[in-house]
């Protein structure tokens, strides 16, 4: 039972354009949702999170998006670099279950200069 | 570097050996987490220490599998009896206690290749 899925296995994108990665939950019970984002062989680091009580969240070139009633988020991305190439990875806290974070699959993002 | 710190990056053992990973979580947080990750799909939880005493465990930690936290400060990650389906990349990640510990940091993983 996935309850984080991002239905985008791999996203490419042209430098200088905006990135949108899409994440969609089925829990209602998840109360906070994060971003990491990975590169090969290290560990996820983390980018920027929301609270489900906020819709909008936004750092630097980061911005993320949560629509509660259709269970939904999306991590934009602007302007997209060459740098920001790795998976992206979705996480959702459960608050039934301390800090325990739900990851969805991954989204590989290529950005090409 | 006052990150997560996960000892050793690499291991390949044999089939039926056990293994011992280590972790030092970011000092002063009191939680501290276990995932495992393979290829193609995300980070699936393990346990999660808050302090020294483990509070939760997942259906995926067989009974192979033990984790500890003595004393509240690094934890080990031990695997009994490894089997191939064990490799992975082993993930540790810590985070400040409530309320204001929302953001779990993770370390750079640990490899294990069971051969």
């Known amino acids: 039972d996935q309850q984080v899925k991002q239905n985008s296995p791999s996203l490419s994108v042209q430098e200088g354009r905006i990135s949108i990665l899409n994440c969609d939950y089925t829990?209602?019970?998840?109360?906070?949702f994060l971003w990491y984002k990975k590169y090969p062989a290290e560990g996820p680091t983390f980018l920027i999170s929301?609270?489900?009580?906020?819709d909008k969240n936004e750092d630097g070139r980061f911005t993320v998006f949560l629509n509660k009633s259709a269970k939904h988020l999306s991590l934009h991305i602007v302007p997209s670099q060459p740098g920001d190439s790795a998976v992206y990875f979705c996480?959702?806290?459960?608050?039934?279950?301390?800090?325990?974070?739900?990851f969805g699959a991954g989204t590989i993002l290529r950005v090409k200069s | 570097d006052t990150g997560v710190s996960q000892d050793p990056r690499h291991k390949i053992t044999k089939r039926g050996q056990n293994v011992t990973f280590r972790c030092d979580p970011i000092?002063?947080?009191?939680?501290l987490y276990w995932y495992r990750q393979t290829l193609g799909q995300g980070p699936e939880f393990l346990t999660y220490?808050?302090?020294?005493?483990?509070?939760?465990k997942s259906r995926l930690l067989s009974d192979r599998f033990s984790a500890e936290r003595p004393k509240g400060s690094f934890s080990t990650l031990e695997i009994q009896r490894t089997e191939q389906g064990d490799s992975a990349m082993y993930l540790c990640?810590?985070?400040?206690?409530?309320?204001?510990?929302?953001?779990?940091?993770f370390g750079e993983g640990s490899w294990l290749t069971v051969v």
């Open positions: 996480a959702a806290r459960d608050m039934e279950y301390g800090n325990k974070l739900v």
């Open positions: 000092s002063e947080h009191n939680r």
């Open positions: 929301i609270s489900s009580i906020k």
């Open positions: 990640a810590s985070s400040q206690g409530q309320p204001s510990g929302n953001t779990i940091y």
């Open positions: 220490f808050q302090n020294e005493a483990q509070l939760e």
């Open positions: 829990n209602s019970m998840f109360d906070y």
